[in-house]
């Protein structure tokens, strides 16, 4: 891995200073593991910290740091780390089994709490990620519409399969990324987001559409906003045309409102793709959506039909463990105010931040909807007022299409070494457990960081 770091940064050496046992397990990992991680996104340089337990919204590295943690599992904990619902859940499941090969209660309680929660979800099938949610969702749009093309907008994220693998976190331009076949990528029309008339003239003058799939926080879980009145143009446009609007929730499902950014927003899609919270934790996904769509999985109807059933297979799919885990998070987020805690807290929180800016005088931005926060670092060194600072103004390119993950890596080494854990966006996912003095460690440790990225020479404009 190229080093990426300066040398003689100040920021550096503290880092290194506290965590000399994650530095030894990194040297060991890097033999067996390429980069010494398990997730693109987890690598960070000089090495990531190697963490060893975790509670609410700390967790522990292997030389006793304590962090302030707002990976949240990937955005997966809404609830924080090692909840004792979640705790009693799972650990009840284990003894219970691990893999019955059959249908179990828990698969029934967790579809009728997705059901009640999530608008659009009059049926369900699980998945054991998000990735596959996605995957599903486009085969079964194109079984139903009978077409083959899938509107996909730049830099919207739905996992890592090989259909949306183009465009999302790099190869902006439409063009193949390594390992994919171009045939798959001829197969997705990719537009930008920032004008919603083109995405709506664009939708009318084809025939060939049978799925348009959005983020419906914008791409990468709102780095790039969306207009105002967006989805809902998109909406009424697909809905007209025929098309199966997906919204892959995986992020927002549960976080943007406990029945997800459709219900936030009110803008109902055919199909929403699950993963994360919806498993409370685990791994596991899911598909929810229409009943006619979902009848292409179903032998009855598609033998009423005639027609030919859509194949699902997968052998975790509804796994006792991650469901007993996701009925467990979801009968928390049904009964209790836990999305609007988390929302509250990363408002105080982005607040806090934008005046740090201000006050050492930094041109970046803070930004982010509901429980997310985000940090642009400006790397153009353009004229930025934190005060104001507006992301839409500075549209796809500026956002995410010309990222630098050199700053953006900086900035986390920073903030680990003051103990905070934040991801690569650089940005975070709250959790309904974080509190004031989370919030209040958090602010300290970021001027802190920006103060030595300052000194470092990181801070452009
Ligand atoms: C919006 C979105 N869709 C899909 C995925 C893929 O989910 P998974 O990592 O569970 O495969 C992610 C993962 O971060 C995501 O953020």
């Not at 292409?296 to 699902?312: G, I, N, S």
């Amino acid at each position: 891995m190229a080093t990426l770091l300066q040398t003689n940064s100040h920021l550096e050496t503290e880092y290194r200073a506290r965590t000399p046992g994650s530095a030894r397990l990194y040297a060991e990992a890097a033999r067996v593991l390429p980069s010494g991680v398990t997730h693109d996104s987890r690598a960070l340089n000089p090495y990531p910290v190697y963490v060893a337990r975790a509670k609410g919204p700390r967790k522990w590295d292997v030389d006793g740091n304590e962090y302030v943690d707002y990976y949240g599992g990937h955005g997966s904990l809404l609830l924080g780390h090692a909840h004792p619902s979640m705790v009693e859940a799972v650990t009840r499941q284990i003894e219970l089994g691990t893999h019955y090969g059959s249908s179990h209660d828990a698969e029934l309680r967790w579809a009728q709490l997705i059901n009640r929660l999530v608008p659009s979800a009059e049926r369900v099938r699980f998945t054991a990620s998000g990735t596959e949610a996605t995957h599903l969702a486009i085969r079964l749009a194109r079984a139903f519409t009978g077409k083959p093309k899938i509107l996909r907008f730049t830099g919207h994220f739905h996992g890592w399969h090989d259909q949306v693998a183009a465009g999302a976190t790099s190869h902006f331009d439409g063009s193949t990324p390594i390992g994919i076949l171009p045939a798959l990528v001829d197969q997705a029309i990719m537009l930008p987001t920032d004008d919603v008339d083109r995405v709506v003239a664009a939708i009318e003058a084809r025939d060939d559409i049978a799925a348009a799939i959005v983020e419906p926080s914008g791409a990468s879980w709102g780095t790039v906003p969306l207009p105002p009145d967006f989805l809902r143009r998109v909406r009424e446009v697909t809905a007209r045309r025929g098309i199966v609007l997906i919204f892959d929730e995986v992020i927002t499902g549960f976080r943007w409102s406990r029945g997800g950014a459709q219900a936030h927003f009110g803008v109902i899609p055919d199909m929403t793709t699950l993963a994360k919270i919806v498993a409370g934790g685990l791994p596991g996904g899911a598909l929810a959506g229409r009943r006619e769509i979902f009848d292409q999985l179903d032998f009855a109807a598609m033998k009423a039909a005639k027609r030919e059933k859509v194949q699902h297979q997968g052998t975790y799919n509804a796994n006792p463990i991650c469901a007993a885990a996701g009925v467990a998070m979801l009968s928390i987020i049904e009964r209790e105010d836990v999305c609007e805690q988390a929302c509250r807290t990363a408002e105080t929180l982005r607040d806090g931040m934008r005046r740090v800016l201000i006050e050492e005088g930094v041109p970046w931005g803070i930004y982010g909807d509901r429980s997310a926060f985000l940090v642009f670092v400006n790397p153009a060194g353009l004229a930025i007022d934190p005060a104001t600072f507006d992301p839409l103004a500075l549209g796809f390119k500026g956002l995410k299409g010309t990222r630098d993950p050199n700053i953006a890596a900086r900035l986390r080494v920073a903030m680990l070494a003051n103990g905070v854990d934040i991801m690569g966006a650089p940005g975070g996912m709250v959790s309904a457990t974080h509190g004031p003095e989370d919030v209040a460690r958090t602010l300290d440790a970021f001027r802190i960081a920006v103060k030595w990225m300052k000194a470092e020479g990181d801070i452009r404009g």
